[in-house]
T-cell receptor, first 113, second 109 residues
Framework: IAGITQAPTSQILAAGRRMTLRCTQDMRHNAMYWYRQDLGLGLRLIHYSNTAGTTGKGEVPDGYSVSRANTDDFPLTLASAVPSQTSVYFC????????????FGEGSRLTVL | GQNIDQPTEMTATEGAIVQINCTYQTSGFNGLFWYQQHAGEAPTFLSYNVLDGLEEKGRFSSFLSRSKGYSYLLLKELQMKDSASYLCAPVNSNYQLIWGAGTKLIIKP
């Protein structure tokens, strides 16, 4: 049982480089989300997608982009990484676009130097 | 604005009971989630309250008072494996979860 798979689990990246964090789910959930988690702060929503073909901006979207070509995949791209994007990134999915339980991937730890 | 307030850290003894409080202010309200997150791991679902009152699920219970903007998570018969962070997350009118910074619970033998 896979659930949500994220890759890579950890990455060190030079500032200015482009990086894509991958997220795949096998639960056929319509809604998917990208969060970042920083010490002392709550999870912050970067982007979300309520269904394949649609995406929306969350609380902290600047510097990030997403796509949702199909139900299963929801990659997050940093076009030109900056040190403030050093964080742990979690992908999540839900079978509801309302107040549904979120299922999280194991996280991707990104360090931008 | 939207604001979540929960204690940063709490310490309790194995076998005891602990209550983790959460107060919130959100634009609209569509229920409140509690998640558990062990260090270095992903958050996992504990409970969801949408109506006032107490919901019990084994050793864990969650309470909600919508009029007071208040919820608590009650953990009974504490075990060492309960050492984790507990995240309070009310749902706003746009059905977005607004996450608190979490309460780190330390269980001592």
């Amino acid at each position: 049982i896979a659930g949500i798979t994220q890759a890579p689990t950890s990455q060190i990246l030079a500032a200015g480089r482009r990086m894509t964090l991958r997220c795949t789910q096998d639960m056929r959930h319509n809604a998917m989300y990208w969060y970042r988690q920083d010490l002392g702060l709550g999870l912050r929503l970067i982007h979300y997608s309520n269904t394949a073909g649609t995406t929306g901006k969350g609380e902290v979207p600047d510097g990030y982009s997403v796509s949702r070509a199909n139900t299963d995949d929801f990659p997050l791209t940093l076009a030109s990484a900056v040190p403030s994007q050093t964080s742990v990134y979690f992908c999540a999915s839900s079978d509801s676009t309302g107040a549904g339980e979120l299922f999280f991937g194991e996280g991707s730890r990104l360090t931008v130097l | 604005g939207q604001n979540i307030d929960q204690p940063t850290e709490m310490t309790a003894t194995e076998g005891a009971i602990v209550q983790i409080n959460c107060t919130y202010q959100t634009s609209g309200f569509n229920g409140l989630f509690w998640y558990q997150q062990h260090a270095g791991e992903a958050p996992t679902f504990l409970s969801y309250n949408v109506l006032d009152g107490l919901e019990e699920k084994g050793r864990f219970s969650s309470f909600l008072s919508r009029s007071k903007g208040y919820s608590y998570l009650l953990l009974k018969e504490l075990q060492m494996k309960d050492s984790a962070s507990y995240l309070c997350a009310p749902v706003n009118s746009n059905y977005q979860l607004i996450w608190g910074a979490g309460t780190k619970l330390i269980i001592k033998p």
